[in-house]
Protein backbone atom coordinates (compact mmCIF):
# COMPACT_ATOMS: atom_id res chain seq x y z
CA UNK A 1 0.00 0.00 0.00
CA UNK A 2 1.18 3.34 -0.16
CA UNK A 3 2.79 4.71 2.63
CA UNK A 4 4.19 8.43 3.75
CA UNK A 5 6.53 8.86 5.57
CA UNK A 6 7.72 11.98 7.58
CA UNK A 7 10.93 13.13 9.20
CA UNK A 8 11.89 13.83 11.92
CA UNK A 9 9.18 11.73 14.08
CA UNK A 10 10.06 14.01 16.98
CA UNK A 11 12.28 17.00 17.19
CA UNK A 12 12.98 19.51 20.69
CA UNK A 13 13.99 22.97 19.77
CA UNK A 14 14.74 26.19 21.39
CA UNK A 15 12.74 29.30 21.28
CA UNK A 16 13.48 31.43 18.31
CA UNK A 17 15.00 29.03 15.94
CA UNK A 18 13.58 27.15 12.68
CA UNK A 19 12.92 23.37 12.41
CA UNK A 20 11.94 21.80 8.86
CA UNK A 21 9.97 18.87 8.98
CA UNK A 22 9.60 16.37 5.87
CA UNK A 23 7.07 14.50 3.95
CA UNK A 24 7.78 12.09 1.37
CA UNK A 25 5.22 9.82 -0.47
CA UNK A 26 7.26 6.92 -0.89
CA UNK A 27 5.75 4.98 -3.64
CA UNK A 28 3.42 7.53 -5.11
CA UNK A 29 3.99 10.79 -6.65
CA UNK A 30 1.35 13.46 -5.09
CA UNK A 31 1.14 16.68 -6.79
CA UNK A 32 -0.73 17.90 -3.64
CA UNK A 33 0.21 17.53 0.26
CA UNK A 34 -1.70 18.38 2.89
CA UNK A 35 -0.29 19.93 6.17
CA UNK A 36 -2.58 19.14 9.80
CA UNK A 37 -1.60 20.44 13.21
CA UNK A 38 -3.03 18.62 15.98
CA UNK A 39 -3.60 19.26 19.70
CA UNK A 40 -3.83 16.91 22.82
CA UNK A 41 -6.90 15.26 22.64
CA UNK A 42 -8.09 17.52 19.58
CA UNK A 43 -8.84 16.57 15.92
CA UNK A 44 -7.00 17.59 12.67
CA UNK A 45 -6.84 21.16 11.80
CA UNK A 46 -5.78 21.53 8.18
CA UNK A 47 -3.08 24.19 8.37
CA UNK A 48 -2.19 24.55 4.32
CA UNK A 49 -2.09 22.84 1.22
CA UNK A 50 0.96 22.45 -1.05
CA UNK A 51 0.79 22.22 -4.62
CA UNK A 52 3.85 20.49 -6.33
CA UNK A 53 5.37 23.65 -8.00
CA UNK A 54 3.48 26.17 -6.64
CA UNK A 55 2.65 28.40 -3.50
CA UNK A 56 0.56 27.05 -1.11
CA UNK A 57 -2.70 27.68 0.24
CA UNK A 58 -2.82 28.83 3.60
CA UNK A 59 -5.87 27.99 6.16
CA UNK A 60 -7.86 31.24 7.60
CA UNK A 61 -5.85 32.11 10.95
CA UNK A 62 -2.15 30.07 9.31
CA UNK A 63 0.56 32.76 9.39
CA UNK A 64 2.29 31.77 6.11
CA UNK A 65 5.36 33.83 6.66
CA UNK A 66 5.70 31.49 9.91
CA UNK A 67 4.65 28.31 8.51
CA UNK A 68 6.96 27.66 5.39
CA UNK A 69 5.80 25.33 3.46
CA UNK A 70 7.81 24.26 -0.02
CA UNK A 71 6.58 21.11 -2.37
CA UNK A 72 9.35 21.33 -4.44
CA UNK A 73 9.14 17.49 -6.49
CA UNK A 74 6.03 15.07 -6.76
CA UNK A 75 7.59 13.03 -3.94
CA UNK A 76 8.31 15.92 -0.92
CA UNK A 77 7.18 18.85 0.76
CA UNK A 78 8.71 20.82 3.71
CA UNK A 79 7.43 22.39 6.30
CA UNK A 80 9.54 24.94 8.38
CA UNK A 81 8.01 26.36 11.74
CA UNK A 82 10.24 29.67 11.54
CA UNK A 83 11.18 31.33 14.74
CA UNK A 84 9.32 28.32 17.30
CA UNK A 85 7.89 29.51 20.67
CA UNK A 86 6.20 27.12 23.04
CA UNK A 87 2.68 27.58 22.00
CA UNK A 88 3.77 25.89 18.23
CA UNK A 89 4.54 23.04 20.14
CA UNK A 90 2.38 20.68 18.82
CA UNK A 91 1.55 17.15 16.52
CA UNK A 92 2.25 18.22 12.83
CA UNK A 93 0.43 15.61 10.23
CA UNK A 94 1.12 15.54 6.70
CA UNK A 95 -0.68 13.96 3.73
CA UNK A 96 0.12 13.31 0.32
CA UNK A 97 -2.86 12.97 -2.44
CA UNK A 98 -2.11 10.64 -5.31
CA UNK A 99 -2.35 12.13 -8.69
CA UNK A 100 -3.17 8.75 -10.31
CA UNK A 101 -6.21 7.79 -8.29
CA UNK A 102 -6.74 10.91 -5.96
CA UNK A 103 -6.43 8.67 -3.13
CA UNK A 104 -5.07 10.61 0.50
CA UNK A 105 -2.53 9.00 2.25
CA UNK A 106 -1.56 10.36 5.77
CA UNK A 107 2.61 10.62 7.43
CA UNK A 108 2.78 9.10 11.27
CA UNK A 109 3.11 12.63 12.24
CA UNK A 110 6.21 14.29 13.88
CA UNK A 111 6.00 15.50 17.67
CA UNK A 112 7.31 19.18 18.13
CA UNK A 113 8.11 20.53 21.35
CA UNK A 114 9.93 24.07 21.63
CA UNK A 115 10.90 24.90 25.17
CA UNK B 1 -19.89 25.57 6.76
CA UNK B 2 -19.64 21.88 7.32
CA UNK B 3 -18.97 20.58 10.75
CA UNK B 4 -18.16 16.78 11.61
CA UNK B 5 -19.12 15.69 15.56
CA UNK B 6 -18.67 12.71 17.03
CA UNK B 7 -20.38 11.78 20.32
CA UNK B 8 -19.11 10.46 22.86
CA UNK B 9 -15.61 12.22 23.19
CA UNK B 10 -14.28 8.99 24.89
CA UNK B 11 -15.79 5.06 25.52
CA UNK B 12 -14.86 2.45 27.45
CA UNK B 13 -16.45 -0.82 27.48
CA UNK B 14 -15.48 -4.55 28.90
CA UNK B 15 -13.61 -6.80 26.42
CA UNK B 16 -15.93 -8.80 23.89
CA UNK B 17 -18.05 -6.68 23.77
CA UNK B 18 -19.77 -5.19 20.77
CA UNK B 19 -20.11 -1.29 21.02
CA UNK B 20 -21.10 2.16 18.11
CA UNK B 21 -19.26 5.18 17.33
CA UNK B 22 -21.32 8.00 16.25
CA UNK B 23 -20.59 10.63 13.86
CA UNK B 24 -23.07 13.58 12.90
CA UNK B 25 -21.99 16.36 9.82
CA UNK B 26 -24.35 19.29 9.65
CA UNK B 27 -24.43 19.21 5.73
CA UNK B 28 -26.03 16.55 3.92
CA UNK B 29 -24.13 16.67 1.18
CA UNK B 30 -21.24 15.08 1.02
CA UNK B 31 -18.47 13.26 -1.60
CA UNK B 32 -17.71 10.59 1.19
CA UNK B 33 -16.67 9.65 4.34
CA UNK B 34 -14.17 8.10 6.12
CA UNK B 35 -13.40 6.18 9.27
CA UNK B 36 -9.91 6.56 10.53
CA UNK B 37 -8.10 5.03 13.27
CA UNK B 38 -5.14 6.63 15.38
CA UNK B 39 -3.12 5.28 17.66
CA UNK B 40 -1.63 7.87 20.49
CA UNK B 41 1.03 10.01 18.82
CA UNK B 42 1.00 8.13 15.51
CA UNK B 43 -0.42 9.04 12.62
CA UNK B 44 -3.66 7.70 10.77
CA UNK B 45 -4.66 4.92 9.77
CA UNK B 46 -7.78 4.41 7.31
CA UNK B 47 -10.26 2.15 7.94
CA UNK B 48 -13.66 2.37 5.96
CA UNK B 49 -14.57 4.81 3.25
CA UNK B 50 -18.11 4.57 2.43
CA UNK B 51 -18.83 6.96 -0.91
CA UNK B 52 -22.14 9.07 -1.03
CA UNK B 53 -23.70 6.50 -2.95
CA UNK B 54 -22.96 3.80 -0.76
CA UNK B 55 -25.26 3.03 2.80
CA UNK B 56 -22.19 0.82 4.57
CA UNK B 57 -19.15 -0.64 3.94
CA UNK B 58 -17.38 -3.79 6.28
CA UNK B 59 -13.85 -4.86 7.25
CA UNK B 60 -13.28 -7.58 9.20
CA UNK B 61 -15.10 -6.68 12.64
CA UNK B 62 -16.04 -3.27 11.13
CA UNK B 63 -18.70 -2.08 9.71
CA UNK B 64 -19.54 1.57 8.62
CA UNK B 65 -22.73 3.09 7.74
CA UNK B 66 -24.01 6.27 6.47
CA UNK B 67 -27.04 7.52 6.40
CA UNK B 68 -26.73 11.08 4.30
CA UNK B 69 -30.23 12.50 4.58
CA UNK B 70 -30.42 12.46 8.42
CA UNK B 71 -26.25 13.49 8.38
CA UNK B 72 -25.23 10.77 10.19
CA UNK B 73 -22.78 7.53 10.18
CA UNK B 74 -21.69 4.93 12.67
CA UNK B 75 -18.92 3.14 13.20
CA UNK B 76 -19.88 -0.80 14.65
CA UNK B 77 -16.88 -2.76 16.11
CA UNK B 78 -17.69 -6.45 16.84
CA UNK B 79 -16.48 -8.71 19.85
CA UNK B 80 -14.07 -5.81 20.70
CA UNK B 81 -10.44 -6.79 21.70
CA UNK B 82 -7.90 -4.68 23.58
CA UNK B 83 -6.08 -3.80 20.50
CA UNK B 84 -9.03 -1.72 19.02
CA UNK B 85 -8.15 1.16 21.82
CA UNK B 86 -7.05 4.21 19.95
CA UNK B 87 -9.10 7.24 18.84
CA UNK B 88 -11.69 7.05 15.73
CA UNK B 89 -12.04 10.01 13.97
CA UNK B 90 -14.22 10.30 11.28
CA UNK B 91 -13.92 12.75 8.12
CA UNK B 92 -16.12 13.98 5.78
CA UNK B 93 -15.33 14.96 1.96
CA UNK B 94 -17.44 17.81 0.71
CA UNK B 95 -19.07 17.52 -2.38
CA UNK B 96 -17.29 18.53 -5.73
CA UNK B 97 -14.67 16.35 -6.34
CA UNK B 98 -12.65 13.60 -4.76
CA UNK B 99 -10.02 16.93 -4.76
CA UNK B 100 -11.97 18.77 -1.70
CA UNK B 101 -11.18 18.84 1.21
CA UNK B 102 -11.31 16.44 4.24
CA UNK B 103 -13.07 18.08 7.16
CA UNK B 104 -12.36 15.74 10.63
CA UNK B 105 -14.18 15.46 13.71
CA UNK B 106 -12.66 15.87 17.15
CA UNK B 107 -12.92 12.02 17.72
CA UNK B 108 -13.84 9.22 20.14
CA UNK B 109 -11.08 8.13 21.89
CA UNK B 110 -12.08 4.40 22.41
CA UNK B 111 -10.53 1.96 25.40
CA UNK B 112 -11.60 -1.69 25.65
CA UNK B 113 -10.56 -3.19 29.36
CA UNK B 114 -9.42 -6.78 29.05
Known amino acids: GAVVSQHPSRVICKSGTSVKIECRSL??????MFWYRQFPKQSLMLMAT?????????EQGVEKDKFLINHASLTLSTLTVTSAHPEDSSFYIC???????????FGPGTRLTVT | KQEVTQIPAALSVPEGENLVLNCSFT??????LQWFRQDPGKGLTSLLL?????REQTSGRLNASLDKSSGRSTLYIAASQPGDSATYLC?????????????FGSGTRLSIRP
Open chain 1, 95 to 105: SARDYLSYEQY
Open chain 1, 27 to 32: DFQATT
Open chain 1, 50 to 58: SNEGSKATY
Open chain 2, 27 to 32: DSAIYN
Open chain 2, 50 to 54: IQSSQ
Open chain 2, 91 to 103: AVRPPGSSASKII
